[in-house]
């Protein structure tokens, strides 16, 4: 539980709050390649509260400028791509990449004021299937290099989905272990009962995890416990990445093949965008297969078909015949979707009760509220990578394994970690 204020210094994310001060001092994901093609148009994008643009000059180089006109605000999102810039439409002013405004046509040779005229602009730069923003103050870090984002193109597919509360209720599910015993459950079988294999059996069978966490260089290790019918210890360990950024991983039975990075982005105080970074370690991945079914399950608008005006489509006869246990079919994201669109658009955390199992997001709102105390102390925020040879995480794993009798989640990452994983350039060059 957290009191109003709290909420709100963890939630609030516009421009000058303390939380949006956090999240500006990282790299922010606003759009993925694929909606950026050369040549293709100008992109409206919301990102805190901010309205920006986002476009390819006529020479391929991409920035982010604000979305109203310096000159009488008109939304140059439906500008003219020409000349070293964005041009618009209502009096033919043009910007350049980095808003500087380098052409008044409308106005007399000698009375152009253009060099005094300047849109906000933020430095953009592509990693992993995405453009990343720095709206912060000071010098940018690095993007971290974690696998999800550096490795080889065959290996990694990034998405993006708008969901319609706070970034905050993403971020919480994305890192709650006990949740997938329920809102994901895809068997129909009683709560704990014993269920053939795949992700039903892995995630019902043991309904009251034992969970630990860690802290880590970027920000959380998060692991569930899991004991199987069949008496085999099956752990999963995920992360929370400094601001807002985790790791579930697959729920296939092991051994895992990959896994997701995740990161919620604010659009404004009452919705966001959950970009997904899908991981295949071993071999490559089927990118047909993840964009035909995310297809079926995300609509032309970016939002899941499955959304609070249509009740997620939930259907109590699935539920009632067992095909279902939520009767809100099979896509976890929908899943996903429905439990935190419906806890309100900023959920009202001075109300809720927090269990035993909720000691993840407890230490992650305590993380986030330590990081904001930390810049409002004129610190640096945690996390923030500025060498690059720095840029790598020895402390990074994200897997599902069986474990021994008597052996916990620290434990086991401490032995496997010890033999060297981790995220970053040695793991992706060997790869
Ligand atoms: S409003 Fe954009 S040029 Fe006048
Ligand atoms: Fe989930």
């Known amino acids: 539980m957290l009191s109003q204020k709290q909420n709100e210094l963890v939630t609030l994310t516009g421009p000058g709050t ?8 990282y790299w922010q994901p606003v759009a993925t390649d694929e909606e950026m093609p050369i040549g293709g148009a100008p992109l409206p994008v919301k990102i805190m509260n901010e309205e920006l643009v986002l476009f390819r000059d006529d020479k391929d180089r991409l920035g982010l400028i604000g979305l109203h006109c310096a000159h009488r605000g008109t939304d140059l999102s439906y500008g003219r791509v020409e000349n070293g810039g964005l041009r618009c439409l209502y009096h033919g002013w043009l910007f350049d990449v980095n808003g500087q405004c380098i052409d008044q046509p409308a106005e007399p040779e000698d009375k152009k004021f253009c060099h005094k005229v300047r849109q906000v602009s933020y430095p953009v730069q592509q990693k992993g299937g995405v ?3 720095y709206m912060g103050e000071g010098e940018a870090p690095q993007i971290p290099n974690f696998d999800f984002l550096t490795a080889p193109l065959p290996h990694r597919k990034a998405f993006r989905v708008i969901q319609d509360s706070n970034w905050l209720q993403g971020l919480e599910s994305s890192t709650d272990p006990s949740h997938v015993s329920y809102l994901h459950r895809l068997s129909p079988g009683p709560v704990g009962g014993s269920l053939p294999g795949g992700q039903a059996r892995m995630f019902s ?22 004991k199987m ?6 752990l999963r360990v995920n992360n929370y990445i400094y601001p807002c950024g985790t790791t579930p991983v697959s729920s296939e039975p092991p051994p895992v093949t990959g896994y997701q990075g995740r990161w919620y982005v604010p659009i404004d105080d009452h919705s966001h965008c959950r970009f997904e970074f899908i991981y295949s370690q071993k071999v490559p991945l089927d990118k047909e297969g993840f964009t035909a079914v995310r297809n079926q399950h995300v609509a032309p608008d970016g939002r899941h078909t499955r959304r609070l005006e249509n009740r997620y489509l939930q259907d109590r006869e699935e539920m009632k015949r067992g095909d279902t246990w939520t009767g809100l079919g099979r896509y976890a994201g929908a899943q996903d979707a429905f439990a935190i669109e419906t806890a309100g658009v900023i959920q009202d955390r001075s109300q809720e009760h927090l269990g035993s199992t909720d000691i993840v997001i407890i230490e992650l709102r305590k993380a986030l509220l330590a990081a904001i105390k930390q810049m409002e102390d004129g610190k640096e925020a945690p996390g923030r990578l500025h060498d690059p040879a720095q840029n ?3 402390d990074f794993i994200c897997t599902a394994d069986y474990i021994p009798d008597g052996e916990d989640g620290p434990a086991y990452c401490k032995r496997v970690l010890a033999q060297g994983p981790g995220s970053g350039p040695a793991k992706v060059a060997a790869e």
């Not at 303390?18 to 001092?25: A, E, M, T, V």
């Not at 019918?229 to 099956?234: I, V």
């Open 131 to 133: 453009i990343w923003a």
């Open 18 to 25: 303390p939380g949006g001060k956090l999240l500006r001092s």
């Open 205 to 226: 069978e043991d309904p009251c995890p034992k969970l630990d966490i860690e802290r880590t260089s970027f920000g959380v290790r998060i692991h569930a416990l899991r």
């Open 392 to 394: 790598y995480f020895p």
């Open 229 to 234: 019918a069949d008496g085999q210890n099956y």
